[in-house]
């Protein structure tokens, strides 16, 4: 009897025992059922994965990770990664900035009086920076660079263009100011896809070649700071134009026909010898800003001046003056054209928030005196 009442009792331990691990194995399987639906239900699991994604990008390239976006898009499931293309934005951006960096050669200093040896293997290159340099001359081997867009040479003395640069077909953006020019190459007119040209400065400038008629794709035109008598016939014919600066030459007059130029937004005339300006500028129903200088202009459309539509900027600039040492004024008037720009560009910028335009300036000078 007592060994059966043994048994019994060492049995009810053991159901005792065995009924509460398995109610507490159930409490932790609930609990852990419970946590991950709570996980999933929750942010944790999609910041994990915005960063793992974060992590892999690193490591890829810009084209490369355009590749994998446009994989996501098409894939089940993932499409939803998409929503953080934004969050990476900034790190793609400077991954496209260092690699288009590879495509861009600067140099500036007076130190330099050629080109260092290694460019001319660097055909590759889309955009040439040198500004401020002892190079006078560009090689003749520019020509093998034929995927350059951008070419920039400010301040270098240059005296002469290539002829080969009217092979460039893909060039996109000339600047050749503050340069010695005295003749522009009529090849240039080669370079259909040309959109802006600079040619400020120059000095002995007097003509552009006809041939350059054919940059029918140039929007962007200044020869501002030349010896310009009159407005070249191939401006004329630049039907893109959309920008175009005369300002600081010795024109007399404009073209009775230069309302050829019906996409002209903004036309720049100031520091001339004008004393009227044609009634044909009032045919050209896309100007919205022209800027003259008021002491001799004497005539112009009242179109100009009424329009709401158009800022009429009328300056009243002072001579500068002539007492200074013949061999300070040809940087004197190459700093004095920078200090005009600034100021135009800083004026103008205030203008686009108003309302209302006035008709004229008070009295200011664009002397620069150093």
Not at 31 to 46: P, Y
Not at 102 to 114: A, H, Q, V
Not at 242 to 270: A, G, V, Y
Not at 297 to 321: G, H, M
Request: charge should be negative.
């Amino acid at each position: 009897m007592r060994d059966y009442t043994m048994q019994n009792a060492a049995f009810y331990d053991l159901s005792v025992i065995r009924n509460l691990w398995e109610g507490r194995v159930r409490k932790y399987r609930q609990r852990q059922l419970k946590e991950k639906e709570r996980i999933e239900k929750s942010a944790l699991a999609k910041v994990n994965q915005e960063w793992q994604y974060r992590i892999a990008c690193k490591s890829m390239k810009a084209c490369e990770i355009s590749a994998l976006q446009q994989y996501l898009q098409r894939s089940d499931g993932i499409s939803n990664l998409q929503l953080y293309q934004d969050t990476f934005e900034e790190e793609s951006d400077q991954q496209v900035d260092v690699e288009e960096k590879r495509y861009i050669f600067e140099l500036n200093g007076e130190s330099w009086t050629e080109l260092p040896d290694y460019v001319r293997e660097m055909t590759y290159l889309r955009e040439w920076h040198i500004r401020g340099t002892n190079i006078h001359k560009l090689p003749a081997y520019i020509v093998e660079f034929q995927e350059l867009r951008v070419l920039e040479l400010p301040r270098n003395g240059i005296e002469e263009l290539p002829v080969v640069l009217g092979k460039l077909s893909n060039l996109r953006e000339l600047n050749v100011s503050y340069n010695k020019l005295s003749n522009i190459p009529p090849e240039l007119g080669d370079c259909e896809n040309l959109e802006k040209l600079e040619l400020i400065a120059n000095l002995d400038l007097k003509e552009l070649p006809f041939e350059l008629s054919n940059l029918k794709k140039l929007t962007y035109l200044d020869i501002s700071g030349n010896s310009f008598c009159s407005v070249p016939v191939c401006v004329l014919r630049m039907s893109s134009l959309q920008w175009l600066d005369l300002s600081n030459n010795l024109l007399t007059d404009l073209p009775e026909d230069i309302d050829r130029l019906e996409e002209l937004s903004s036309l720049f005339l100031h520091k001339n010898m004008l004393t009227y300006l044609p009634m044909s500028l009032a045919n050209v129903d896309s100007l919205r800003m022209i800027v003259v200088s008021g002491d001799q202009l004497t005539c112009y459309p009242s179109r100009l001046s009424e329009d709401p539509a158009i800022k009429f900027i009328n300056l009243y600039d002072n001579p500068v003056d002539s007492n200074e040492d013949d061999e300070q004024k040809p940087r004197q008037r190459d700093d004095e054209q920078q200090h005009e720009k600034d100021f135009m560009q800083t004026y103008i910028e205030t203008l686009k928030g108003r309302e209302t335009t006035p008709q004229y300036t008070t009295k200011v000078s664009l002397s620069c005196h150093l």
